[in-house]
Nanobody, 121 residues
Framework: QVQLVESGGGLVQSGGSLRLSCAAS????????MGWHRQAPGKRRELVTS???????NYADSVKGRFTIFRDNAKNMVYLQMNSLKPEDTAVYYC???????????????WGQGTQVTVSS
């Protein structure tokens, strides 16, 4: 019943910007870590950025200074602001979250279905 839904993907020219959104459904009790991964054709899925419940962030070297991850705990959402996009950023972007639905539950990893981001040159 739990699902993460990404939105905001699309086609943009090099140098442009996009904001991806990810919403967690259901009555979430607590979310720990959240993040974004991406997978380009012919490449393995890679970590783009992550953020802990304490606000600590991590970015892949390829996106540092261009991408920003932030979260809204009240809405159970995480966002990825992408600026100065490059053709190399073209990929399917996946949302990931570690969450639980009660204090007696344990954290589980959930993944979204992915949203396509295409950057033209």
């Amino acid at each position: 019943q739990v699902q993460l839904v990404e939105s905001g993907g699309g086609l943009v020219q090099s140098g442009g910007s996009l904001r991806l959104s990810c919403a967690a459904s259901g009555n979430v009790f607590e979310i720990k870590d959240m993040g974004w991964h991406r997978q380009a054709p012919g490449k393995r899925r890679e970590l783009v950025t992550s953020i802990t419940s304490g606000g600590s962030t991590n970015y892949a070297d390829s996106v540092k200074g261009r991408f920003t991850i932030f979260r809204d705990n009240a809405k159970n959402m995480v966002y990825l602001q992408m600026n100065s996009l490059k053709p190399e950023d073209t990929a399917v972007y996946y949302c990931n979250a570690q969450l639980r639905y009660s204090s007696s539950d344990y954290y589980r990893d959930y993944w979204g279905q992915g949203t396509q981001v295409t950057v033209s040159s």
